[in-house]
């Protein structure tokens, strides 16, 4: 490889490894057109070198986005089974609470059933005894007098069973619907526990998928903007690269040596349309101004011939 290669200064330049992929991967396309063959060179690799770095920060961007977006489903699911478990906790919870209201209300049925039925028995125990006592009296007036305190007594103990059943019915019923309000509330605040729950899950699963597209997008202006400053700095080296490796200079220049002895259509102008737009505007006015002074010079020497022409 020639030593002047080596000067061309760019972070992605190698020389070495330039010519080797130059050689393997030569296609000349657009603007390399106006490039000389060691420019070419230079520009295929520093493409191929700015490219590669694109493409690199692209997949890292892509490896961190679906990092981000793995532990953002994992939140995702964390929180689901979170949510689920808690609330089946909740509902067990309730549960306990409820079984131990109906539990109660069974043990204060019994309780009150056997306070009744004791009170009952009493009575009627104490009523046979009466009865038997009415049946040993006689019928003398005295006897008479206390059969009647004695039936009295009857029927008072049997008001007293008819009251007493009536005031258990009551308190049972009482017992029950307490039982019922305590159920009903109980099953209210596990609906609304499971409501909130699932209102609170749903949102923050929300939050988080935004999270995944605010992730995606991010991808996707950092792709474009890699992508964008890769073709930019490709330019800008394309630039720099013509302007010190284009063949048009370099035919200007050896026109120039030669002092414009070629003529002809090479004229020594080299002020194609192509290398122009790749030079700097200091380095195109300069061409101008010799090309200009080569068609004067060619001007000049092409009256001299015609005016020293031998006649036929």
């Known amino acids: 490889m020639n030593d002047y290669l080596k000067h061309y200064a760019s972070p992605y330049y190698d020389p070495e490894k330039a010519h080797e992929y130059y050689m393997k991967n030569r296609e000349l396309k657009g603007r390399k057109q106006g490039l000389n063959d060691e420019g070419k060179e230079i520009h295929e690799y520093v493409k191929k070198s700015i490219n590669e770095e694109r493409d690199q920060k692209i997949e890292s961007s892509r490896v961190d986005t679906e990092n981000q977006i793995s532990d953002i489903k994992s939140q995702i699911d964390q929180l689901k089974n979170t949510s689920e478990s808690e609330r089946a906790q909740k509902k067990q919870e309730i549960q306990s609470q409820i079984d131990n209201t109906r539990e109660e209300l069974e043990r204060r049925r019994e309780e009150i059933q056997s306070k009744l039925e004791e009170k009952k028995t009493a009575n009627i125990s104490e009523n046979e005894q009466l009865r038997n006592q009415i049946k040993k009296l006689g019928n003398s007036s005295a006897s008479k ?161 015609k005016t020293n022409a031998p006649r036929k």
């Not at 200079?249 to 030669?258: A, G, I, R």
Request: avoid cysteine.
């Open 145 to 305: 007098k206390r059969k009647e305190e004695l039936r009295e007594k009857i029927a008072k103990n049997t008001e007293e069973n008819k009251e007493e059943s009536s005031l258990s019915k009551a308190e049972l019923t009482k017992e029950k619907n307490n039982s019922s309000e305590k159920v009903k509330n109980y099953r209210t605040e596990l609906k609304n526990y499971n409501e909130e729950s699932r209102a609170n899950q749903k949102s923050e699963t929300a939050s988080l998928n935004e999270l995944i597209k605010t992730a995606k997008a991010t991808h996707k202006e950092n792709t474009q903007k890699y992508k964008e400053e890769a073709a930019a700095l490709l330019e800008k080296e394309l630039e720099n690269i013509s302007n010190e490796y284009s063949k048009y200079s370099e035919q200007e220049d050896s026109s120039e040596t030669s002092g414009g002895s070629s003529g002809g259509s090479s004229g020594g102008y080299g002020t194609s349309s192509k290398s122009s737009k790749s030079m700097s505007k200091k380095d195109k006015a300069e061409l101008m101004r010799r090309a200009t002074i080569q068609y004067l010079k060619n001007k000049n020497n092409f009256g001299k011939r």
